[in-house]
């Protein structure tokens, strides 16, 4: 793979919520648990030498949450995120669609949002160079903070099915 034209998408889903009373979904927060992992994420990103210069944020509660401890942990090589209110109740489809808008200048691009829609998209991307054990492991399971790295050379425009090759699945937390 020519390196010189590499992109990556980073999708990440929220740190883990709470489900207090009489709340709507979109505005539940994150739970004390959350909060004390969510910054984990963050850090895997910096030691994996992963640095986003773009964020594409759910506008609920939760990933908001989430990005402000991502953003801590990044300091000031953390982008300014976009707050896109479509990755909310977006489909696979849809969600793709909003990644396909992202400009080719990004090289590496996180995406904080929801299950299954982040789940069903890094399948849906995954091509056949993928890491077979990632992929593996974000098919069974795609838990709070599970986070997924794709590499292509495609422009963002360009992706919509095994377009991007999965190099790692995680979970981080302390």
């Not at 883990?16 to 004390?36: E, F, I, Q, T």
């Not at 696979?92 to 299954?116: A, K, Y």
């Not at 838990?143 to 590499?151: A, D, K, Q, R």
């Amino acid at each position: 793979m020519n390196t010189s034209h590499l992109r990556r998408l980073i999708l990440l889903r929220h740190a883990k919520a709470d489900y207090p009373l009489g709340v709507a979904d979109h505005d539940r927060p994150l739970a004390a648990r959350g909060n004390r992992e969510a910054p984990a994420a963050g850090r895997w990103l910096v030691e994996n030498n992963l640095i986003p210069d773009y964020i594409l944020c759910s506008d609920a509660l939760r990933t908001r949450a989430t990005c402000s401890w991502v953003l801590s942990e990044l300091g000031d090589k953390g982008p300014t995120p976009y707050l896109d209110s479509r990755i909310y109740s977006a489909s696979t489809s849809q969600l793709c669609s909003i990644i396909n808008e992202t400009p080719d200048t990004v090289t590496t691009l996180l995406v904080i949002g929801h299950q299954p829609v982040l789940q069903d998209l890094a399948l849906r991307l995954a091509s056949a160079h993928s890491d077979e054990e990632s992929v593996y492991e974000l098919a069974m399971n795609y838990p709070t903070l599970g986070l997924t790295v794709l590499e292509t050379e495609h422009s963002y425009a360009h992706l919509d099915a095994r377009d991007a090759k999965v190099t790692h699945f995680a979970v981080p937390r302390d």
